[in-house]
């Protein structure tokens, strides 16, 4: 789900940066008026987590591979602020220093999976989850489902952003200058993978990992 | 909190396991994700280049690309071992990175 540099023009990539920015204030601003000393060591756990998990490419019928982003874990264990920021990090030097998703596709990377990744796992999670108890078994259903959904609204932002670029950046001829796959290509390529399998991937992740806390941490999930 | 030293470890078990992601690819013969070619693949697939990709693909060089260390060969071996010392490498500079901006994000103003 990592865009590389060429696939978005300037139109789309700059708006994403410009989309991003504002989120990255806000959790910023969040986290310096909330963060507590004690829960800063697991912002630095939250972006290892997600770097080393988006190392884990799942093989998918039709010869293309995919991976979990981890932001829906990190949002429920320390909150979506912490995760915009720790996943951002994470996407931040997997693009500086080894290239896996572009220096000018960053904004847009940090919005799929860490901004729209994050905040919709945690909505999700928390509507669901309401009321239950910590150790409950709805708990880490409600935290599957959030992983799945949240995994599949980044891929379809992803793949939205893709598949407008044959509209929005073409030559006079009408030759796609970056991303030359169309909405309808796109976003059946992109949905279909992560509807079927890598969602399903990401919300195993996120429930394995809850369950974990919920025998040996509880206090992390109140 | 005494689990954040049990999660470093779990970290590092994942670490060790990363290969998994070089490994399954290959064994299924599965490329690189959806939308993640590089300028060959995109030929490959549509028979041309778009000029814009053209000239933003090289716009950054990094240096360690794609998880690999300078000089290794394409053998499955040696191609797993890179991956996870570029994952050592990618983690400490990560977990480093978060942990610099996570003091500045505990500073108060004018405490």
Known sequence: MHIPDGYLGPATYGSMFAMAVPFWAIASWKLNRTL???????????????????????????????HATGATLIAILIGPWAAIISVSVALFIQALLFGDGGITALGANCFNMAIVGGLSGYGVYRLLAAGSDVKSK?????????????????????????????????????????????????????????????????????ALVVQYFQKNDPDMLA | MMTTKKLWIGIAVLLLFVPLGVILPRLFGA???????GLD???????????????????????????????????????????????????????????????????????
Not at chain 2, 50 to 67: D, F, H, S
Request: charged share 10%.
């Open chain 1, 138 to 206: 709805r708990r880490w259903i409600a935290a599957a489902v959030a992983g799945y959904i949240s995994l599949n609204a980044s891929a379809l932002i992803t793949a939205v952003q893709f598949g407008l670029q044959p509209m929005l950046e073409r030559s006079p001829d009408g030759i796609p200058l970056y991303a030359p796959f169309p909405l309808s290509i796109a976003l059946p390529a992109m949905a279909l993978e992560h509807l079927f399998l890598f969602g399903f991937i990401e919300a195993l992740v996120t």
């Open chain 1, 36 to 66: 507590k000393a004690k829960q800063a060591p697991y912002l630095a756990l939250g972006a290892a987590f997600s770097f080393v998990i988006m190392m884990f490419n799942i093989p998918v019928l039709g010869g293309t591979s995919g």
């Open chain 2, 31 to 37: 490329e690189g994700a959806w939308g993640e070619w």
């Open chain 2, 41 to 111: 693949g995109i030929r490959n697939l549509t028979g041309f280049v778009p000029e814009g990709m053209k000239r933003l693909a090289g716009i950054w060089k990094p240096p360690l690309p794609g998880y690999g260390v300078p000089g290794q060969s394409a053998g499955l071996c040696e191609a797993s071992v890179g991956y996870v010392l570029t994952g050592i490498i990618g983690v400490c500079i990560t977990a480093g990175l978060m942990y610099v901006l996570t003091k500045l994000l505990l500073k108060k103003n004018g405490s």
